[in-house]
C-alpha cells in the first residue's frame, strides 16, 4: 500500500501548482491504466494487432 501512496504522491507533486482535481484525477486514471497495461504485458495478456483489427470489425457491424 505504501508504494501505491508514494505513486499517487510523486504523479500529485509532478502537477503544476494550478492543476485542478480533474486534471490531477485524470492524471492518477492515466498513470493507472499505463500500469495496468504494463503488467498486462508483463503477463502475457496481450492481443495481437490482427485480432484486435479483426474484434474491432466484429463491433462495427
Do not use: C
Request: glycine letters at 2%; aromatic letters at 4%; a negative charge.
Amino acid at each position: 500500500m505504501a508504494i501505491v501512496k508514494e505513486k499517487m504522491k510523486e504523479v500529485i507533486e509532478s502537477q503544476p501548482d494550478d492543476a485542478t482535481y480533474e486534471e490531477i484525477l485524470r492524471e492518477l486514471t492515466f498513470e493507472r491504466m499505463v500500469e495496468r497495461g504494463l503488467e498486462d504485458s508483463r503477463k502475457h495478456r496481450v492481443v495481437s494487432n490482427e485480432e484486435m483489427k479483426h474484434r474491432i470489425r466484429a463491433w462495427q457491424r
